[in-house]
């Protein structure tokens, strides 16, 4: 046996709780993420891994107009000397700076293969090249002036600028994407001349609220162009609270190619999304038969984008064409809108638009501020050794005899001319050919230039007026440099209402409209007979089953089923078994839930409006366009207790509802009591000590209560005697008037 080892003793040993450790870890990650990873800085807009890109190639002297460096060489600085993470990712975000297609304003000009709007990759870093653009330039701007405060690296063997100085509005010109932990962004790209106007409208008039400043920064501007849908009023929110999202369509046009034929040209396509998923979304929807209306689909794109649409029919009507392509396929796209920022390099928060305009202007006062002062401890340097050379250029021949003289001319010189040592090394340091006649005169020359330029910062440091004026100035400079009439200022995106074609089901469009008769049978089977069809007496039906309901509508209609689970089922009539046999049993078109039972059945109208209820008398109003379902499993309209369930739906016809339980007790009460709601479980009806609710319907005050009795006779109770029932909603109510069924039925 080998020898036993002692376990260790408890000393040194520090108890802590695996909870508190975990949320200490994992707060510490979630911080690193947030500040050092995804977020972007309010201030020049960028993540740490895009500011020491721009950082690294500065320092590699990679400047607009100079010569080109390899990727590789970038990024072994960067991951090197900055930024401790996988080349891969560095390399990433080296050439997403360079795509024109992916960034508003490249702030890197790339040479090579950098990928492209299908989707390709770029070629390896070891074959690509790059240098920074003038964008990146005015990034930088001030670096070497103090303008911003440098930190440590990782390593501590060198420094890094905390945020740069930023003279381009880069957050909002060029937008940002992150995902950190528990909190994401997305911003996307604006037009910079449009933001310099903003942001001097906000400098004249501090106190502008974000609809004001909407006035000249009307949306996003993506580098792929597109036409932007949404409604001004949902633009407008989502600048006011920094959340929301923009609907970006493609753009295209009718191509005619003669004899009636024509095609759909798309020259632009939304942002973000890759021109080879796009079309291989197409060809796979033709194969599927998902387009009725597209033939065909083909890729003639060069520099420029060309996707061709070639419609199965020369008459399809193109509008509805490009709407159900918009509705299936990426060439419509929603770009969200999250502008959660870190301000002031430290706290993350959301911020509308003007806020962020505010932020990117702070800091560019603060930049001025201190690049003003940089120049200004420069400038007293300089006047300090001036001031020292002139002294002595009154005594040229005492200073030369003491340099030759003395052994320590310094101090002689400081003793004899009352000079600090900084003027007296000057002094030492100037060279003999610099002691002419025409020297003293040019220092005389800059003293007063430097004496008149240190008033001026004296006095721009001095006024907030005149340092704003200052700002306002350079901001004008950027927008020269990216105005409207230069080819990459030029605005890309464009604004439309979106057609009223949107609103048509496109159903109705690709169905020939035919009238239909559908019939519904207790035990749940239902079928479409041709036409309008009246008498239903020779219908047959399956062993002992018989007639619920039937209505008359067209194939074009969509059938909304209401089960006893509280949920809206949608069948599409073109889609009903025909009328020849039994039909088909509803649970085969939709997923029923199990124990549910049918309610009712009737055709959708758009607009209208219709009144749930559940057999405890709970009920709200709901628009029937906000029931309808998408998929077979159906839409939960009314939210139910146990031992409750859905029991009536009605069309809201009139100004007041009619409601009577089983204890035989009717209430009427107006219809503004009611709530309106997409989902829920409402609110009480009608109060009961036994039993539920029995029957519910509207109607007009006006034209009085009706009802038909066993006979199919109709009695109307009018207004004038109504009143002794109308009551508040959630009264109990009274007996009925005389002649009322004794199923307590509106309809018997």
């Not at 975990?22 to 020049?44: N, V």
């Not at 009307?218 to 792929?224: E, K, V």
């Not at 009706?706 to 029932?725: M, Q």
Request: with cysteine; net charge neutral.
């Amino acid at each position: 046996m080998g020898k036993r080892v002692a376990p260790p003793d408890d000393k040194g040993i520090e108890e802590i709780s695996l909870k508190d450790a975990l949320e200490e870890r994992y707060l510490a990650y979630a911080l690193s993420t947030i500040m050092h990873r995804a977020l972007p800085d309010a201030r020049d807009g960028l993540k740490p891994v895009h500011r020491r890109l721009l950082y690294a190639m500065r320092l590699l002297r990679l400047d607009p107009g100079q010569a080109f460096k390899k990727c590789a060489r970038v990024v072994g600085d960067v991951i090197g000397k900055y930024h401790p993470h996988g080349d891969q990712s560095v390399y990433d975000a080296l050439v997403r700076l360079a795509q024109d297609f992916a960034v508003r304003y490249p702030l890197v000009d790339g040479q090579g293969n950098f990928g492209n709007i299908d989707g390709d990759n770029p070629a390896a870093m070891r074959y690509t090249e790059a240098r920074l653009t003038e964008v990146a330039r005015l990034l930088l701007e001030g670096l070497d002036e103090n303008a911003v405060d440098f930190r440590e690296t990782y390593d501590g063997s060198e420094e890094e600028p905390l945020v740069l100085p930023a003279a381009f509005p880069n957050l909002l010109a060029n937008g940002s994407q992150g995902i950190a932990v528990g909190m994401a962004t997305s911003i996307p790209p604006h037009n910079a001349a449009e933001l310099c106007d903003a942001a001097l409208y906000l400098i004249a008039h501090p106190k502008a609220t974000t609809d004001q400043i909407l006035t000249f920064v009307p949306g996003p501007d993506f580098p792929t162009g597109g036409v932007i849908v949404e409604s001004r009023e949902s633009i407008a929110e989502t600048y006011r609270t920094g959340r929301g999202s923009f609907r970006v369509r493609a753009k295209w046009t009718k191509e005619d190619q003669g004899r009636g034929l024509w095609s759909i040209i798309v020259t632009e396509i939304p942002y973000m999304v890759p021109k080879s998923r796009l079309i291989e979304k197409l060809a796979e929807l033709i194969n599927d038969r998902k387009l009725p209306f597209l033939a065909d689909v083909r890729d003639e794109s060069a520099e420029d984008i060309r996707i061709v649409l070639e419609p199965r029919a020369r008459t399809v009507d193109p509008e509805i064409l490009m709407e159900s392509l918009f509705k299936l396929t990426e060439l419509e796209a929603r770009v969200p809108m999250n502008m959660n920022v870190l301000t002031a390099g430290l706290v993350p928060r959301v911020l509308g638009l003007a806020d962020v305009l505010r932020e990117w202007l702070n800091h560019r006062r603060d930049v001025l501020e201190r690049r003003s002062r940089h120049r200004l401890s420069q400038i007293d340097k300089r006047l300090e050794i001036l001031k020292g050379l002139l002294i002595v250029y009154l005594d040229l021949d005492r200073v030369i005899k003491i340099i030759r003289e003395k052994d320590d001319p310094k101090a002689e010189l400081i003793k004899a001319f009352k000079l600090t040592d900084v003027q007296a090394e000057a002094i030492l340091n100037t060279r003999l050919r610099s002691l002419r006649k025409l020297e003293e005169m040019e220092l005389k020359r800059e003293l007063e230039t430097l004496t008149e330029e240190k008033a001026q910062i004296e006095s721009l440091l001095a006024s907030p007026e005149k340092q704003w004026k200052a700002i306002s100035w350079q901001i004008r400079e950027v927008k020269k440099s990216f105005g409207p009439d230069t080819k990459i200022g030029k605005r890309r995106s464009a604004f439309a209402d979106a057609p009223e074609i949107g609103t048509v089901d496109l159903t109705e469009a690709m169905v020939e409209r035919e009238p239909l008769t559908v019939v519904l049978s207790e035990k749940g089977w239902i079928r479409a007979l041709k036409g309008h069809v009246t008498d239903l007496g020779n219908l047959q039906f399956k062993g002992d089953d018989s007639l619920k309901l039937s209505f008359h509508t067209e194939t074009t209609a969509k059938i909304l089923v209401f089960v006893t689970s509280g949920k809206v089922y949608t069948l599409d009539a073109s889609k009903l078994p025909g009328g020849r046999g039994f039909g088909d049993p509803v649970r085969l078109l939709a997923d029923i839930d199990e124990g549910a039972e049918i309610v009712t059945a009737w055709p959708h109208k758009a607009g209208e409006k219709l009144l749930f209820a559940s057999s405890v008398g709970r009920g709200f109003i709901a628009l029937s366009d906000d029931t309808i379902a998408n998929t077979r499993k159906g839409r939960q309209v009314l939210n139910l207790d146990d031992r409750e369930t859905a029991r009536f739906v009605v069309p809201v016809e009139g100004d007041h509802v009619a409601a009577i339980g089983e204890n035989r007790k009717l209430l009427c009460f107006p219809l503004s009591q009611m709530v309106e709601m997409a989902r829920g479980k409402g609110v009480r009806i009608q109060k009961y000590k036994d039993g539920g609710m029995a029957d519910i319907k509207t109607f007009k005050l006006s034209e009085g209560l009706t009802w038909k009795d066993t006979a199919g006779r109709t009695w109307t109770v009018g207004k004038p005697d109504i009143k002794e029932w109308i009551g508040s909603r959630s009264d109990a109510g009274r007996l009925p008037p005389k002649g009322f069924p004794k199923a307590n039925k509106f309809s018997a």
